[in-house]
């Protein structure tokens, strides 16, 4: 059995050095041009030499995101993009525009492609076009339920593979085509911009009475009328890799450090535990409580089981549910003192109760009791942004773990 592949995504390169560290099999990420996640930070050619290169070296996949639909505009920047980058071994390309890939195919003739969710790909004759296109894998639009993925795999040759996503926000639009944040303040969700109207508040005016403006109320704090739960598969692992599926995605290049970390860590523990031993596999609510430690919306399964109902927006709020802070995360341990060097990322002061976690752990908890200042100077409370602290220890701790706390 093939195991299921895990995809993170890598919005800049810490985040794709957590996400290899943190478990992820695969990770993908955006250049600095032709990417539809324009927001995140992306690499520069010199880091994605740096990422492929980290990555790799701990057996870990890379596939680089070219999914914007391109305009006349675009095609000879991106030509010399590809000239520009096509040294570099990325292990495959994301792409939906035909164009895109008539280029990719130019420049890079050994490139794998894998078909972009952008493209709407939703049925067994089209992923068979695609085949014939010389795509090797589809990442399936987000509108799929099971039933309709297994048939597809049925019915497409053994060397394509599916994609799919599994964690993250979910498009109010079919599969992120969306003309709403282009329409409304000139920013094209389809080359990289949007702006996420589907979270904003809205009121209703009437062509005649210009300025009057009508409440379009849920409830007393007014109207969410786009505004999806988001999807959580980590419940359903088995599910997932019984449907043929061979890649599950998490989405988020415009998380944090520590939404990546968790995240991968949680849907790592579950994926592992399954192919231990999967007679006999069963869900651990652990990992659901450690995955709720992160910044959120609630939960959908989105169209997997069935079509969403009402029951899959969030009426209320389009705010995030934060539980816990992301504090800091290690730079450097020294076993003989104890001490850790942190990077600061939020404030924190002695007294607090932290929780810390890394890569191949689970976490504890301690006091804040002995707090320094770069220099070695004792401090109570460390208020300035990545400001650089030594911090001791109750257990011994490596770079890259994580400190958080309770809000």
């Not at 999967?278 to 609510?285: A, G, H, Q, S, V």
Request: aromatic letters at 10%.
């Amino acid at each position: 059995m093939k195991k299921l592949e895990l995809l993170a995504p890598a919005g800049d390169l810490e985040k794709l050095k957590i996400a290899v560290d943190y478990g992820a099999d695969a990770v993908y990420f955006g250049g600095e041009m032709f990417s539809l996640r324009a927001g995140a930070g992306n690499l520069t050619i010199e880091e994605i030499e740096e990422g492929v290169e980290y990555a790799h070296a701990k057996g870990v996949k890379c596939h680089m995101t070219f999914n914007i639909f391109a305009h006349n505009e675009d095609i000879e920047p991106l030509r010399n993009y590809l000239e520009a980058i096509k040294h570099i071994p990325v292990d495959a390309y994301i792409v939906s525009d035909p164009g895109v890939i008539t280029l990719i195919k130019e420049v890079i003739p050994h490139a794998e492609l894998h078909l972009s969710t952008q493209a709407n790909m939703t049925n067994y004759v089209t992923a068979n076009f695609w085949h014939t296109q010389g795509v090797k894998r589809l990442v399936l639009a987000r509108e799929l339920t099971f039933d309709e993925i297994r048939e597809i795999k049925s019915k497409i040759p053994e060397t394509m593979e599916l994609e799919s996503f599994v964690h993250g926000a979910m498009c109010i639009s079919y599969s992120g085509r969306c003309l709403l944040s282009n329409f409304m303040i000139d920013r094209d969700a389809n080359r990289g911009q949007c702006a996420h109207p589907c979270r904003w508040k809205y009121k209703l005016v009437e062509e005649q009475r210009p300025g009057e403006y009508y409440p379009v109320e849920e409830d007393s704090r007014g109207t969410y009328i786009l505004n999806s739960k988001d999807l959580c598969m980590l419940e359903h692992i088995p599910d997932i890799i019984e449907a043929g599926i061979s890649s599950a995605k998490i989405e988020g290049r415009m998380k944090s450090v520590f939404y990546v970390a968790t995240i991968v860590s949680a849907y790592r523990r579950a994926i592992d535990a399954y192919y231990k031993d999967p007679e006999n596999y069963k869900f651990d609510p652990a990992w659901m409580t450690e995955l709720k430690k992160v910044s959120r919306r609630e939960f959908t399964t989105g169209f997997y089981y069935d079509k969403p109902t009402n029951e899959d927006q969030n009426y209320q709020t389009s705010a995030y549910t934060r539980d816990y802070s992301f504090i800091g995360m290690v730079k450097s341990y020294d076993p003989d003192t104890c001490m850790a060097v942190v990077e600061q990322r939020n404030k924190m002061v002695v007294g607090d109760e932290i929780e810390v976690f890394g890569p191949d752990r689970e976490f504890f908890t301690q006091k804040l009791e002995v707090l320094l200042n770069e220099e070695g100077e004792p401090i109570e409370a460390a208020p300035h942004p990545q400001q650089i602290l030594q911090i001791k220890m109750a257990q011994p701790v490596a770079e890259k773990y994580i400190l958080r706390k309770r809000k």
